[in-house]
């Protein structure tokens, strides 16, 4: 997203990020600062148009100073600051998260129809994570094909909340939200109903659009069909001043 020229009131900060030295605003977060410059990181909750969250700490990076790890999509960047992106520790600590991802729900990647467009997989194959060193919780979840044109199966769900926070801040719905605490938290739409009896749902897609997994998908598709459009988050967040 093109930077607003910064006003009087927005300083600009010079900083290191892997060595190399640059500049933002300072109300800009390393993540954001990194997506501009081509800096991979993995991500999985943030989403540009939308609000951060910080919940999957998949982009966390060191910053020299700081003894604990920082969410780089939660921390602001700021004079003087040197950031790590890509050390040892980074490495171990994301495949985990990434395993653990894969070992809490049942995420078979040959019969998802997101197989080959799927962020989870793909931050896998970035991780380097070819086995999952933790033994698998084997819980099933429910499948939801109460909708007339989408699914949820909550199999697939990471608990990214992209989808809660779509449907809310964009489409202005709040058909999605999450209920219960830890191994049991899942998505639900309006008061945990069949998603087709949700008298909110406008059945724009949106949230479908921005799901990383198969956990939300168009009826019928097929794994070659199932292919996410996110482009028009940061357009129509930018048309509406959110962000
Ligand atoms: Fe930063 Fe999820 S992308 S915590």
């Given amino acids: 997203m093109p930077l607003p020229a910064p006003s009087a009131s927005v300083r600009v900060v010079t900083f290191k990020i892997d060595g190399q030295d640059l500049s933002a605003r300072e109300d800009e977060s390393i993540l954001e600062v990194c997506r501009e410059h081509k800096i991979p990181i993995p991500s999985l909750c943030w989403m540009e148009g939308l609000s951060v969250i910080g919940a999957c700490r998949l982009c966390v990076v060191e910053v020299a100073g700081v003894p604990r790890l920082l969410a780089a999509c939660t921390t602001r960047v700021a004079e003087g600051m040197e950031v790590s992106t890509d050390t040892e520790k980074l490495r171990r600590y994301r495949r985990t998260l990434v395993e ?5 729900r049942n995420h078979v990647c040959s019969v998802c129809v997101s197989n080959g467009h799927c962020e989870l997989q793909w931050l896998a194959q970035t991780c380097g994570v070819d086995h999952v060193r933790m033994p698998y919780r084997n819980a099933g979840y429910a499948l939801d094909s109460s909708h007339e044109m989408f699914r949820v199966d909550h199999n ?70 199932m292919v996410k459009d996110q482009h028009f988050l940061p357009i129509l967040a930018r048309r509406r001043h959110i962000r």
């Fill in 100 to 104: 653990m991802l894969f070992a809490e």
């Fill in 156 to 225: 697939r769900c990471v608990l990214c909340t992209r989808c809660v926070r779509v449907c809310d801040e964009i489409e202005g719905a709040h058909t999605w939200d999450v209920m219960g605490r830890g191994s049991d938290c899942k998505v639900i739409t309006d008061l945990a109903q069949p998603w087709g009896d949700s008298t909110t749902c406008t059945s724009c897609g949106k949230c479908v659009q921005v799901c990383p997994t198969g956990a939300l998908t168009k009826q019928g598709t097929s794994a070659g069909e």
